[in-house]
């Protein structure tokens, strides 16, 4: 791996679910965990990586983030903070899905972070209706089941809007 | 995953458990368990979650609407809720515990809560109990032996009325990051036997008090590479000899130490410093001694930036040190009556590759001057790129520097020595000066050839003048014209200035022109000057003008200026509200300027816009080859 490193124009190629390819960076693919992984067990990075579970737009994004990343490491931490808060700026919420799921599968726990954070941010204040209407998540309890989960945690349910 | 259906089906429930419960981590657990009731799918997630966030405050609030719950009914809800939390969560290996209590009563079982969360294998503790101080009684929270042998601890914060009691066996072999802030030392050496039982520790705060019964504090930590220490004083409390600080820190390379008590201070083993601020001595009792402020200087010896404030005094001898090879950055600060004036001496003496200096408030002791070093320091002559000074007061300042790129001053009066102001520059490679003055009597600036830009803020209120010589404006004026003819190569200008009579210079390279009033407003007899002698003028903004009591009436000059005719492209206005603005002024500028391509009319904040637009409208249509973009509230 250190020699991979030392390389930087080393490149590989990425292939996103519907087919498209990357030429990466090698020290920019290092973002992702999974690929530092598969680099360091010896994957040969001539061959191209499938990414199955990815498509070619969320693929794109993903690669900006770690492209930043990578290249920002020696430069100030706020300039990176004021990327990452612009970065999810206005995404929908499919978009968002796609990528949580895309910065799990590749292991890049910076933009896990920030994108669960930004579903999180979705969630907090607001009522559970709400909550169930945004994400189209289907109310399956029975009434009576519904009270009783309220009852069993009476604390966390207080004082919600 | 299929994106057509994006809009109707339910993503999120979809999401692999784990990424739920992540995404679950980000909200206070009070929210987290809330969301068992959206689905069954959601029922128990948050058993799995690896953060808990306890913040009994949200309930608090709650208390003055729901009248009938007493103390003890909510204190019981709340230690109910947590409990409940604890015996269902699945986690063994907890990431992070956060326990913020602001009221709770019954504390009994708080320590339990801590215990359960070490056996859980925490990585990251955060304790707040912010009724620190009180005297009222008020128990402190006890911590659990256990807390102190964790193996698994990374990151423990620790904030308020905690008392902390460390036992000899401490030992946190993976503790990187800690914070103790306001805490209770229930000995003399209770924060030092903790500090050294991390064997790993990187990061530390402290935030203490001098009536703490830890007073001597000896940090000695071979892996720390940050350190922010603060010790807060009493006016009441004259002397502290107790006090002392020792830090010997090999790696360490941020340094932050705001101490107001010790007397005695060792730095030592700093080889790795880059950046520190420094805020020493007995800010209420006299002075730190000569040795001791030799001693920091030859701790910190490789400092690349530093921000250093103390006590002034009149009792230094001038320590000889060895020099700051490395330093670049210096900032003294302000403490209580302005920076050493002999400090700066020192340091000037001693940092031979300085090059941004910045004096920030007062210097200290008026009534003995400043005076220079015996011979002129070699940063002074090689190496300084931009000095900042800022309300230095009274007598002269001369700023005469071969190497000097940027130059920011602020002078303000005191009063006293106001008559005596009198600024000299003599910078051949100065390319941006930003001047605000509101003293200074005599200009006298020299070899400003590579001057670029210039940010002139000039003059005493006009409402209530700093200046009350019965002569004031001829003598003034007559300072402003020195101030305009030494920065007369300039290309871009911002003048900022009261309502003056000045003559002024040719500026042959001048492009750029701001025109703002202070305080009042620019004189539109300025504008017509400027015009005149601004041959090269391509883009003018102009800022309202409104003086109160001035003539509105504004005079077109007798010939057109010949930036008009042949350069000015651009005209941008703000703040125009139409008040004090002659309208005039602007049916002239469109009339005569030939070669104009843009015209800006920012009308933000204006109240009589309203009544303006039509004439605007008006202009629009008569000039419409000009491109005119009102930005505009209304």
Same mark, same amino acid.
């Given at each position: 791996m250190a020699s991979s490193i030392e390389n930087n124009n080393e490149k590989l190629t990425l292939k996103s679910s519907d087919g498209e390819e990357f030429l990466v960076e090698k020290h920019v693919a290092l973002q992702s965990t999974l690929l530092q992984n598969m680099l360091d067990s010896d994957c040969s990075s001539a061959d191209v990586i499938p990414l199955p579970k990815i498509d070619a737009r969320t693929l794109a994004l993903v690669l900006g983030y770690c492209k930043k990343h990578a290249d920002a490491s020696s430069s100030k931490q706020g300039e990176l903070n004021s990327f990452d808060s612009e970065f999810l700026k206005d995404m929908d919420m499919g978009a968002l899905f796609n990528l949580v799921l895309a910065a799990n599968f590749m292991e890049i726990k910076g933009l896990l972070d920030i994108a669960a954070q930004k579903i999180a941010d979705t969630i907090k204040d607001k009522p559970h209706q709400e909550v169930r209407e945004i994400f189209h998540v289907e109310n399956d309890y029975t009434p009576e089941e519904e009270a009783a989960v309220r009852e069993e945690n009476r604390w966390a349910f207080e004082g919600f809007p | 995953m299929d994106l057509d259906f994006g809009r109707s089906i339910d993503r999120i429930s979809k999401l692999p458990d784990s990424v739920l419960c992540h995404i679950l981590s980000f909200l206070p657990t009070k929210y987290a368990v809330g969301?068992?009731? &959206?689905s069954t799918r959601w029922q128990y997630l948050w058993t799995s979650v690896a953060m808990l966030d306890f913040n009994d405050s949200e309930l608090f609030n709650k208390r003055d609407r729901t009248n009938g719950i007493g103390e003890a009914e909510v204190d019981l809800r709340f230690t109910n809720f947590v409990n409940t939390v604890l015996l269902l +969560?699945?986690? +063994?290996? &907890?990431e992070k515990f956060n326990l913020k209590l602001e009221s709770l009563c019954y504390f009994g079982i708080v320590k339990a809560w801590i215990s359960n969360a070490i056996k859980r294998n925490v990585q990251k503790l955060e304790l707040c109990y912010s009724a620190r101080h009180n005297f009222d009684g008020q128990i402190p929270i006890h911590l659990p032996h256990m807390l102190f042998i964790c193996k698994t601890m990374v990151d423990l914060r620790l904030n308020g009325n905690i008392s902390l009691k460390v036992p000899a066996s401490v030992w946190l072999p993976s503790l990187k990051i800690l914070e103790i802030k306001e805490v209770i030392y229930e000995n003399g050496d209770s924060a030092h036997n903790l500090i050294h039982g991390c064997p790993a520790l990187e990061d530390l705060h402290i935030f203490m008090f001098y009536f703490d019964k830890q007073k001597v504090l000896n940090i000695s930590v071979p892996t720390l590479k940050r350190l922010v220490l603060t010790r807060l004083g009493d006016d009441g409390h004259l002397f502290f000899s107790e006090h002392k600080l020792t830090v010997n820190t090999p790696k360490l390379e941020y340094l932050v130490i705001a101490d107001d008590v010790a007397v005695e201070f060792s730095l030592e083993n700093l080889s790795s410093l880059l950046d520190a601020c420094i805020n020493v001595g007995p800010c209420f009792s006299g002075s730190i001694s000569s040795s001791n402020l030799l001693k920091l200087l030859r701790g910190i010896a490789n400092v690349k930036f530093l921000r250093f404030s103390s006590a002034n005094s009149d009792d230094y001898v001038l320590p000889i040190i060895n020099p700051l090879h490395n330093l670049t950055y210096l900032e003294l600060q302000n403490v209580s009556d302005g920076w050493n004036k002999d400090l700066l001496n020192v340091f000037l003496e001693y940092s031979p590759n300085l090059e941004v200096l910045v004096l920030e408030g007062s210097i200290a002791r008026q009534d003995r001057p400043w005076s220079p070093p015996p011979r002129v320091p070699s940063c002074l002559l090689l190496n300084l790129k931009e000095i900042k000074c800022c309300s230095c007061t009274g007598g002269e300042l001369n700023v005469s520097v071969p190497t000097l790129r940027r130059l920011t001053i602020t002078r303000f009066g005191d009063g006293i020595h106001d008559h005596l102001t009198k600024l000299v520059v003599n910078a051949p490679k100065l390319e941006h000066i930003h001047l605000s003055d509101y003293v200074t009597r005599v200009f006298l600036l020299e070899n400003l050839s590579s001057l670029l830009r210039a940010c002139l803020v000039i003059g005493g209120d006009c409402l209530s003048p700093l200046i009350h010589w019965p002569n004031r404006l001829t003598i003034y004026d007559g300072c402003i014209s020195m101030l305009l003819m030494g920065i007369a190569n300039v290309k871009s200008l911002d003048f900022f200035s009261e309502l003056s009579d000045y003559c002024l210079p040719t500026f042959p390279n001048l492009t750029h022109l701001r025109l703002g009033g202070r305080n009042g407003g620019w004189n539109l007899k300025l504008l017509n000057e400027f015009l005149e002698c601004s041959p090269n003028l391509q883009v003018l903004t102009l800022e309202e003008n409104r003086v109160p009591g001035s003539t509105k009436c504004w005079t077109p000059p007798t010939r057109v200026p010949c930036c008009l005719l042949s350069h000015l492209e651009e005209i941008r206005i703000l703040k125009f509200d139409g008040d004090g603005y002659d309208l005039g002024v602007l049916v002239y500028l469109l009339e005569n300027a030939q070669v104009l391509k843009k015209l800006t009319i920012d009308c933000q904040n204006s109240t009589r816009a309203s009544v303006l637009y039509p004439s605007l409208w008006f202009m629009y249509y008569v000039y419409r080859y000009v491109v005119v973009r009102f930005t505009c509230l209304l």
């Open positions: - | 969301t068992s009731i &959206l +969560s699945d986690v +063994s290996c &907890l």
